[in-house]
């Protein structure tokens, strides 16, 4: 396939982007499994249905993998270790990252990348952000629809991953997909609303008919910058909700924190020119809301582990999943100084997290700021 014009790559990207130098390799050394023989997905398809690839076999790649075979489409679930997929093959479950679920036997598992895109008609980046660059170096000529459901900011450049597929995939149209949405919940069928951000309308209301389905219903915006923005610093605020638990700080403590934070985090995403009133919405209060006080938050269990005393590094080594919020506080803190905007609470949080502040005098800063109108 025929990468577009220039005049119409540009018209298709999300965002302004640097080009980083950056080299990396698809991995080719594995086989294609799947749960089934492929004969059973020819049954099943439906004239609405899509070939979509998902990359990245964690938890919330898997869940959006059992979604999307339920409405239908032939899915491809590409994961870098080869024995991991092994062992989805050999269970029917990702118990590593989401345990409990049955996965689709339809469900192909790839782990070259190449193999995994090559018929896709949509590919769906579910990988943590500190690798994201990496993964999406392969899409240089992908012409396709790329639709980013991780959430943080890359620290060298300060780019949303819209803004890095800009760069990485020049050739594909990009769709934000953010939102309060737990990936055990939603791979139990629990009613969940999402949102899909693109400056491309008809991009995002693909992405809306591909989602949606029974419990799983999506909104469109086209503030791709904001919808990304309020999903990655709602991670570092839910660090902070967390240190509150660790300290033992009552429901008043968190509710003040998130109230603050919100006013924020918009302020913060304004300077850098996304829309106000995308932090009042899905991506941003609703998102804020469900990480800082929900137990299935890796964030907010992250900044209770600080709360406590443990150290972040140690914190970040003992645990397979990864918390977005501890690396995205080290970018949205140099966000803000670049931009020049005052966010006290990604303040403490950084300092907190970086310069081994202690989490009591966090608090007591935060509290003894000169006071002012609400």
């Not at 450049?157 to 949405?181: E, F, N, R």
């Not at 999943?321 to 970018?331: D, I, K, L, M, S």
């Amino acid at each position: 396939m025929n990468p577009p014009s220039g005049h119409e790559t540009q018209s298709r990207h999300q965002g302004d982007a640097p080009v980083v130098p950056h080299r990396s390799s698809a991995r080719t050394d594995s086989p294609t499994h799947r749960l089934t023989d492929s004969s059973a997905q020819s049954t099943i398809r439906n004239p609405q249905s899509a070939i979509v690839s998902i990359l990245g076999a964690g938890a919330w790649g898997s869940a959006l993998a059992r979604l999307l075979n339920q409405a239908g489409h032939q899915v491809t679930l590409w994961g870098h270790k080869s024995e991991w997929l092994d062992q989805i093959k050999q269970t029917g479950r990702n118990e590593r990252f989401l345990p409990g679920i049955e996965l689709p036997r339809e469900l192909v598992l790839e782990a070259d990348t190449a193999k995994a895109v090559k018929e896709a008609e949509c590919v769906v980046v579910a990988v943590p952000s500190q690798v994201f660059r990496e993964v999406t170096l392969p899409l240089a000529n992908y012409p396709g629809l790329i639709i980013s459901v991780t959430k943080g900011i890359e620290y060298e450049t300060g780019l949303t991953m819209c803004g890095i597929l800009a760069d990485t995939a020049p050739c594909a149209t990009c769709v934000a997909l953010s939102g309060p949405t737990f990936a055990i919940e939603v791979a139990r069928g629990i009613p969940t609303a999402i949102v899909a951000a693109s400056r491309d309308s008809a991009a995002a209301a693909r992405a809306q008919q591909l989602f949606t389905g029974p419990s799983f219903r999506v909104y469109t915006s086209r503030d791709v910058l904001g919808v990304e923005l309020g999903g990655a610093l709602k991670n570092v605020i839910a660090i902070g909700a967390g240190v509150c638990d660790g300290l033992g700080f009552g429901d008043n403590s968190k509710a003040a924190l998130v109230t603050r934070a919100i006013v924020e985090l918009r302020r913060l995403g304004v300077a850098c020119g996304a829309e106000a009133e995308t932090f009042t919405g899905l991506s941003g209060l609703g998102d804020l809301v469900v990480t800082c006080f929900s137990r299935h938050s890796r964030n907010r269990g992250f900044g209770e582990r600080v709360g406590r005393g443990e150290k972040p590094a140690d914190i970040a080594a003992s645990t397979l999943a990864v918390a977005e919020g501890y690396p995205t506080a080290r970018a949205a803190w140099q966000l803000a100084r670049r931009h020049k905007v005052s966010v006290p609470v990604i303040d403490e949080v950084y300092a907190m997290l970086y310069e081994g502040k202690d989490v009591a005098q966090a608090v007591r800063d935060l509290m003894s700021r000169d006071l002012k109108a609400e």
